[in-house]
Structure formats: C-alpha cells, structure tokens
C-alpha cells in the first residue's frame, strides 16, 4: 500500500479546495433561482414598453382575401396593427431559415399551417394588444390542405409553397415536386442492393417516429429596444445561440452588427425549440424600430406547441440484411421527413437531414445506404433538434427498433444479437460505412456491466414464467424488457463539415484573471439549465488553480462574449469545454514563464503541482498562482506584455461520441394499456466527467423527456390541418407521478481528440430514451405477434393493440 | 377600463393597490409589484410556475384575479427566505439535492413544497410525488426534487437526512 506523505495529504487539501473536475459542486445558479431571482426575459421591465400579440390563421390552407385593421387600431391603447404589407417593403416578411429556405414572418398572399402569423398588434399592455387580435378582420378562402407527407408529392397534390413553386432547385439540390424540399442521400446504393439481394434473412420496417415538441417551461420571448438617436439596437430574447441570432438580425434588418447588442438572460429551458429565429423575435425589432421604444413579445404555450419548432416527423423504411446467424451485413433506410410548411430545420447548413446518417449505430455494419426526401405539409415549420444532436434521436430510434426486429425474426436474443455485431473496442478510430469516424468506445464493456447490474439473464427467466401464465389465463400482464445501446454524434463541428449561415461552427471562451487572483471567463455558448456557471469554473479550476469559487462565469452578452455557436446538439463541453481548457493551457504556460522569473530559474526546472508552480525536486520553493497573477501585474518579466488572460476559439477536430446503455423493464395491464415502469437503468460514457452531479441530473431530465415522448408526447393534426392537443391538457408532460424513477451508472473512455477527454451528456438519455421505451413495450408484445407498435405508446393505444390482438375477449 | 381597490398582505408587507377587475394575480404580482419570482409556464392551470400561497393553500395564480386577493395573505418565493437572508431548509434542500436546472418552475415548486411540509411533516416518496404533481418540470425528472424535499423535511424535523442509496 502506498503511503501517504504530507505532501500528498496538502495536495489533496489543495485540490479538495478548488472544487474542480470531478467534483459534485454545488450551483452557484441555484442561489438567485432558489429566491425567484432569476433574470428571465419575461421579468425585464423598460420605461415605455409596449407589448406585441399576434393575429394566427385559423385555417391550415387558406389564400387571405382581405386584412382590415380598422377595427384594431380604434381600440384605445392600441399603438399599431403590422401586416406583410408594412413588413414587405422592408424586405422583411420573410426571413431566411438556417435551412437555406425562406419563412414568412407575416402571411402575405397565403397561410399555410394553422395559428400562422398574419398579423402583429402592439399595445400599450398584454391585454389590450389580446384583446385587439380579435379586431382584426381577415378574409380567407379556404384551400385544400395536405397533412400526411405521404400526399405531399402525389400529382395532383395542391402546391403549398407558391413563392418558390418554380424554383425546382433548392438549397439542397433538386426539387422532384413543387411540395418536394429535398433529397439527400449517403452510402453505397448499389453494393447494399446486392447484399440485400443475397441475404440469408432481411428485415423491412416503417417506423415512425412521430411529431413532438420540445415545450420548455418557458415560452419563446424577446424584448427589442432600438435607440433612434444612436441608431442601436438591444435585444432580449430566449435564445440558444445569441451570436448567431445577432448576425441574422444584421444580415436581415441591415443594421450594422456592431449597433446590435443580443442579450439572452436566464432561460428556462431549451431543449432545441430556442435555436431558431421566430417570427415574433422580428415583429418586436420591427415593431421597436418603427416606434422607436421597447416592444415586448410573450408566447402563451398554445402558440408555442403550434407554431415555434417541432421535432421528430421522420417516416422511416428501415431495413437490415443478415446471415441466420444474425451478423448484420447491410442497412438500407428511406425516410419522408415531413418538414411542414417552411423548411426552418435547425441544422448545420449541408445537413439537411442532420446526422441521420448515425443510423448504423453502435455496430459494425459494412455497408449501407440512406436516402431522405423532405416534403413541405400543411404544418408547423421546424425540425429542431428536440433534446438531441441533429436527427440522432430519429437515427437511433431507426436503428434500436430494427435490431429488436431483427432479433426476433431469427429467434435470438435482443442483447446478443448487439454483442455479436458491435464496433470491437479495438477498431476505434471506426470509420462508419455512412461517412464517419467515431472517435472511441467501448460497447462490450458497458452492455455487460449494464447486462449484470440489471440481472438480464433472471429478467429473461422471469418473463418466460409470465408469458406462460398469460398463455394459461393466470395474469392479464404484460413483462417487457427494453433495451438500447446508442452512440451519440455531439459537438458540431468541424468547420469542414459544419457551418451555420457560413460560419463554421467553433466555439470559444475568454479567461481573464485579475490582480487578486480571481477570474472572469467568457464563452460564447448559452446555458439554459445545464449549469455552465458551475461547470466551465470547475474546468479553470483544474486547468489554472484558481478555486471554482473564484471564478465567475458569463454567456449571453454578445457585447462581451467571445463570437460562438452556442448551446444545442450537446455542443457546450465538446467545443466551448475544449475552448475553455486551450484558453486555460495559454494562461497556464505564460504564468509559467512569470512563475519562473519570480523563482529565478528557467521554465524547465518547473512542475505544475494543483494550483503552483515548483522548482523539480524543492517542493518548498513554489509560486501559487495567485501570487503570479499579482507579478502578472505587478512585475512582469522583462518584454513580457502585462496581464493574464486568453482568448480561444477552438474549433474540433471531430466530433465526440457518448454512448450507453439502457435497460426498461415494464409491466402493461393489456385490459387497460396502462404501461409501468417497474425499472429503468441508464449506464452513459460521456468520457472524462466534469461534474457528476450534473452529469446525473442531466440524465434523469433526459430520460424523463424521453419517457414523455415515447409514451405520449404528440402534436397531432386532423385531417383539415387542426392542430390537436397544443396545451397542457392534451400533450403529455409527465408529472412526478407518472414518472418513473432513474437509475444511473457510468462508464468512463475519455475522447482522444478533446482537450480534457469529455464527451457531453445533456441529451444522450434522451436519444437512449426513447427506443428504449418503444422496445420495452414492442417486447412485452412480441409473443403475441404483434408486429411493430408505432409510438407514442399512451394507454389508449395500447388498449387498440390488444383490442386488435383480440386479448380483450 | 375601471379599476377597483384592493389591500392585502404580500410577504408580511400590506399592500394597497388599483387593479381592472380582469387582471390575474400572476400580472399583478409580475407587472405591478415586480415581484417576478413567480413564473408563466402555461397560462391554463396545468404547470404550477405560477403556485403562490393565498392563506395557507397553495394557489396557481394564473387562474386567480387580483380582485379575489382582497384581504388575502400572500407569500411568494422572495418571501420564503429565512429572515436572516439564509436559504430556508427548502431552498437549501433544492440546491444541495440537485432539484432543479433551469429554475423556471423551482419558485412554484418550493411553495408547493412548503405547503405539502406544512400539511405533512413527514411525507412518503409517495405523498410527495403525489403531492407535487399539480407542478411540472421540464428538466429534472423530479427524482432530485423529491430529495430535495425530503432533505429538507429532515432538516426542518431535526432528523437525519439519509439519501436513498440507488
Ligand atoms: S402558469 Fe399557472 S399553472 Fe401554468
Ligand atoms: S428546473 Fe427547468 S422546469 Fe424545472
């Protein structure tokens, strides 16, 4: 056993005290959230603000005939009624979509989803500006509308988009259909064809994964003040990426970028729906612009479940070819992405279908093959990434389903079956057969720890017995056994692959220390929950020294904050994480040289020990950093430039690879289709960890949205185009009861190309989540042949599936 | 449109003030008391960010008129602290227990907290998820939050505070 000298016991002291990586430091957000002293948008109160509410289409399809604001603009405290025809000609009522399309941002000639924009009323208070949206006259002519994307490029299908309906080659490509947005595909066609052609077994499935919203607590909002005299612009908004949202509003307003001063204060979650420019951040910078004072816009929830950002709508053909054996040897997918009625996809700019070419998941699959074809509908623009990388939800959702088919089409166990085809430990760097490098993992470790802990071969057993005594008319329940084993795709990107708008997609942190010691560090990310005040100190921490406690953190002032992407696809640790650390490196080595002028020797004869620098060999003779910092300012060495700070904008290598894997275990009452959780285990290697505390609640809050998704979550539509459910009533945000409780466990294969070895966490539970859900209840069917079960899996669906399985005899 | 007077007591303080008759509590203690603890999450009685006390019942203040306050003793999150300025055993507990992320729906959530202590001391796992399920979260998946609740139960009980073990 070693012994524990003193100098061990004080360097244990010394790093105990900086409450760096690893460490469950407290939230230092948690002190003004806990006393109602968050800054939220909402709360910002300016003199002489007016407020902003918008008139919505009430149709799906509809030509406007007439707007008369006659009516509205008598009604005293009303200040102003815009429509497309004031918007127009500003060039503004449409704006571009980070998806290469335009959005209106008023209706002009047609609406084309219900509860579109058609009109904006500002007013001197919220209920005022309500009241004279019913004051609005409209005229509409009713058109035929298209909800099911599978109509979308039929021939006689009524062309939704008239603006660009000769426009047959759009941002990506080729247009088939004046409904038709693109066709994107990847892999080798032909070499699939022909192993599916000879293969021994093929399985064919079309899952969908169904249209959801990401419904933060708090609502889209903005506040936009323009100051006439100095021709500035401020503006408040809920926004994910605030740098980005203030070069859009340059390049669209053509206010000078520097005059544009984009604050995002608190957030009260994200979730992917505040990554995107809404037509109501526009209406109030107008609206502000043209009045000259502070314009206030709030979306109630309803306006927000219907009309800013859904996620999911993929319809996915997904298939496998397989020896009897169950080696997978080929993946073939076509997915109809229904886009609804813009293309306002929040991805990266060549991506139009996101990541989805994740979808062969963690296995070895040598060849595959994925075509997606977007469609515009009758619905809600969006497509965001709802608690995950671009489309990795959907592609692992494609691919965790199709195993589960697989498996039972040759009889095999389901945790088998992924054990006999997963990436080997030692064939990282894996390059994938749709075009990417993983850059580490370990699967057979964490799908056996995870297999062990769960007591899989006893849950098998157990489910046997209960499926005999359900066949013997002993129990009316169902056992399943849900299993995922996902790889993530996070931290967009590098700049060979990923831009927004032309802008590569690096991030960036600015460190500054001061005098005394103690630091301020900038990043140009935006946290909405995560808790990247705490974090990004405890990565200075480490890196520099200087207690967490010391260290200030701040994002969302573009006044201050370093240019960066921001805050979406779990981007944060892998790219502003690695910028902070770099950003630390360069402080670190400049203090070293200081450190060393102090000391009176060379750079070399020093070593870095927690939070100093010592001579090699004479611990007593050290310099804290603390002390440097002070010389930094104080007495610098000879041609050295005073100060202590650095500035990085680090741009990634690649992109890192979480993984995990998941266990549910439910029971389903099939005379009521009421599922239970009875388990659900979530192992997760996000690499090295920064804080698990976090870490942990990053993967419940996960979960917990997964479960919702899985098992309810939907934003539906009737044949006409109603939106059905945009409230709280009807879609499904599961309360403590229905929640399930999580179970958490951790591998640790730190990235190899990440400065510190961190991967990022935030959404692979809900990327796990999900098909781990939707395989638990397909299992706990799947005796019964029943085929695929779409999600979402809510109570009523389950009872038609036993109805249709004839169990309710 | 006219206003009618209202006095109540908000946090210990009384307070006198002119409201139109249709104005909800949650506007009237945002917009003219500025006291923007309280959150919007819904505006339909489903999420709870709203939840105040009103006389020792928790209430979603967005399904409230300020006119049926009159009179009404009302304590919001900025009145929960401990009168020294110290986090009170809820607002410790959700902090040491990890109970919330964004914060937006944490106001609400320990209001409701503090009712549900106040009626039962000592509640289960069960009595709390049941007891906190008129108030959503979005981002924790409530596990942290009945800890939190749980941690604080024990502080302010005298008890001893011992975590589940997973
Ligand atoms: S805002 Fe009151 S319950 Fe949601
Ligand atoms: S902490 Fe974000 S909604 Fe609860």
Redesign the interface.
């Given at each position: 056993m070693n012994k524990q000298t003193p100098i061990d016991i004080d360097r244990a002291e010394r790093t105990e005290k900086l409450q760096g990586m690893g460490c469950k430091r407290?939230?230092v957000?948690?002190?003004?959230?806990?006393?109602?002293?968050?800054n939220?948008v909402?709360?910002l109160?300016l003199p002489g603000m007016v407020f902003g509410d918008f008139v919505r289409s009430p149709h799906a399809h509809a030509r406007i005939v007439s707007i008369d604001t006659t009516r509205a603009k008598a009604l005293p405290g009303v200040i102003a009624v815009l429509t497309a025809a004031d918007l127009k000609p500003l060039g503004l009522h449409y704006m571009p979509t980070l998806a290469g399309d335009v959005q209106a941002v008023l209706a002009e000639e047609k609406v084309l989803f219900q509860n579109q924009e058609v009109a904006f009323v500002i007013a001197k208070d919220?209920?005022i500006a309500s009241d004279a949206t019913e004051l609005v006259d409209v005229v509409y002519e009713a058109l035929p509308c298209i909800v099911d994307p599978f109509k979308s490029m039929l021939p006689d299908a009524p062309v939704l988009r008239e603006d660009i309906k000769d426009k047959m080659v759009g941002a990506h490509g080729p247009r088939k259909h004046p409904n038709h947005i693109f066709e994107w595909q990847i892999g080798d066609k032909d070499a699939t064809d022909a192993i599916f052609a000879n293969a021994e077994v093929t399985i064919k499935e079309m899952l969908v994964d169904h249209r959801t919203h990401p419904?933060?607590?708090?609502?889209c909002q903005s506040v936009a003040s323009f100051d006439k005299i100095k021709g500035e612009l401020t503006l408040w908004g809920t926004f994910q990426a605030p740098h980005v949202i203030r070069t859009v509003v340059s390049l669209i307003s053509g206010l000078p970028e520097h005059k544009i001063h984009v604050i995002a204060p608190?957030?009260?979650?994200g979730?992917g729906n505040k990554v995107g420019a809404y037509a109501g951040y526009v209406c109030s910078v107008v609206g502000s612009i043209v009045l000259g004072v502070p314009v206030k816009w709030?979306e109630?929830?309803m306006e927000n479940l219907s009309t800013t950002s859904f996620a999911r709508d993929y319809h996915m053909t997904t298939e496998l070819a397989a020896t009897k054996e169950g080696k997978i040897l080929a993946m073939r997918v076509h997915v109809l992405a229904d886009h609804g009625a813009f293309d306002a996809c929040a991805d990266p700019s060549k991506w139009p279908a996101g990541f989805m070419n994740i979808c062969t998941g963690s296995y070895d699959i040598p060849t595959a093959h994925l075509v997606v074809d977007g469609v515009y509908t009758n619905k809600a623009s969006g497509g965001v990434a709802y608690r995950c990388s671009f489309r990795v939800t959907e592609a692992v959702f494609a691919i965790e389903r199709a195993v589960e088919v697989l498996a039972q089409k040759i009889g095999m166990d389901a945790a088998e079956l992924r054990l006999k085809n997963f990436i080997k430990a030692e064939q990282f760097p894996y390059h994938s057969a749709l075009g990417w490098e993983y850059d580490s993992g370990d699967y057979h470790t964490a799908m056996k720890k995870a297999m062990d802990t769960i007591g899989y071969a006893e849950l098998r057993k157990e489910q046997a017995a209960k499926r005999a005594a359900f066949q013997r008319g002993e129990t009316r329940e169902l056992m399943g056994i849900g299993i995922s084993f996902f790889t993530e795709i996070v931290g967009a990107g590098p700049s060979k692959n990923c831009d927004i708008l032309g802008i590569a997609m690096f991030d960036s942190a600015e460190i500054r220390i001061h005098p005394t010691g103690s630091i301020i560090a900038r990043m140009g990310t935006k946290s909405?929950?995560?808790?990247h005040e705490t974090t990004y100190a405890q990565i200075i921490a480490t890196e520099l020294g200087i207690p967490a406690d010391d260290i200030m953190i701040e994002e969302g002032n573009t006044d201050t904050a370093p240019y960066g992407l921001g805050t979406y696809g779990s981007r944060s640790t892998p790219v502003a994480g690695a910028a902070t650390a770099v950003a630390a490196r360069k402080i670190k080595a400049k203090a070293q040289m200081i450190a060393a002028h102090m000391l009176e020797v060379h750079e070399g004869d020093l070593e870095w020990d927690v939070d100093r620098f010592r001579v090699k060999g004479l611990p007593e003779k050290f310099k804290t950093m603390k002390e440097i910092a002070w010389s930094a300012y104080n007495s610098p060495p000879p041609n050295m430039e005073p100060g202590l700070e650095a500035v990085n904008y680090y741009e990634p290598p690649n992109m890192t690879y979480p993984f995990g894997a998941y266990f549910c275990v439910m029971d389903i009452d099939v005379d009521t289709g009421v599922a239970k959780t009875r388990r659900f285990y979530a192992l997760d290697d996000c690499g090295t960890r920064i804080n698990p505390?976090?870490i942990?609640?990053?993967v419940?809050?996960?979960?917990?949205?997964a479960f919702a998704c899985a098992m309810g979550q939907e934003i539906r539509y009737d044949e006409t185009g109603n939106v059905m459910g945009a409230?709280?009533?009807d879609f499904f945000?599961p309360?403590?009861?229905e929640?399930p409780?999580?179970?958490?466990d951790f591998t640790v294969t730190p990235s190899p190309h990440h400065p510190i070895g961190a991967k990022g966490v935030g959404e692979s539970p809900h990327v796990g989540g999900v098909p781990c859900f939707s395989n638990a209840v397909n299992d706990a069917y799947a005796f019964l042949n029943a085929g695929h079960i779409q999600m979402p899996h809510d109570a009523w669906r389950l009872w038609k599936v036993g109805e249709r399985l004839g169990l309710h005899k | 449109m006219a206003k009618t007077h209202i006095t109540l007591s908000i946090n210990g303080n009384e307070v006198e003030a002119l409201v139109?008759p249709?104005?909800l509590l949650i506007?009237f203690l945002?917009?003219q008391q500025?006291?923007?603890?309280?959150?919007?999450?819904?505006?339909?009685g489903?999420?709870g960010?709203c939840t105040v006390e009103i006389d020792g019942m928790s209430v979603k203040s967005c399904m409230t008129f300020a006119v049926q306050a009159q009179g009404a003793h009302i304590t919001?999150?900025?009145g929960?602290?401990n009168p020294d300025g110290t986090?009170s055993a809820l607002?410790?507990g959700?902090?040491?227990m990890?109970g919330?992320?964004?914060?937006?729906?944490?106001?609400g959530m320990?209001l409701r907290a503090h009712r549900l202590l106040q009626e039962n001391p000592t509640p289960s796992e069960e009595e709390?998820?049941?007891g906190?399920?008129?108030?959503?979260?979005?981002?924790?998946?409530?596990?942290?939050?009945?800890k939190a609740i749980q941690y604080a139960a024990a502080k302010i009980n005298g008890t001893p505070f011992l975590e589940a073990a997973?």
């Open positions: 407290k939230r957000e948690d002190i003004r959230f806990t006393q109602g002293k968050g939220y909402d709360d109160k919220r209920y419904s933060p607590l708090e609502t608190d957030i009260g979650g979730f709030v109630d929830r909405q929950g995560q808790g505390m976090i942990e609640g990053q419940h809050g996960g979960l917990t949205e409230s709280f009533m945000l309360t403590a009861v929640t409780h999580w179970e958490t | 139109e249709r104005t506007h945002r917009e500025n006291l923007t603890g309280a959150h919007i999450g819904c505006d339909t489903h999420c960010a919001t999150i900025e929960v602290a986090l607002q410790e959700f902090r040491m990890h919330l992320q964004c914060g937006y729906c944490t106001p320990i709390i998820r049941f906190i399920a008129g108030n959503l979260c979005r981002c924790t998946g409530y596990v942290n939050i009945v997973q």
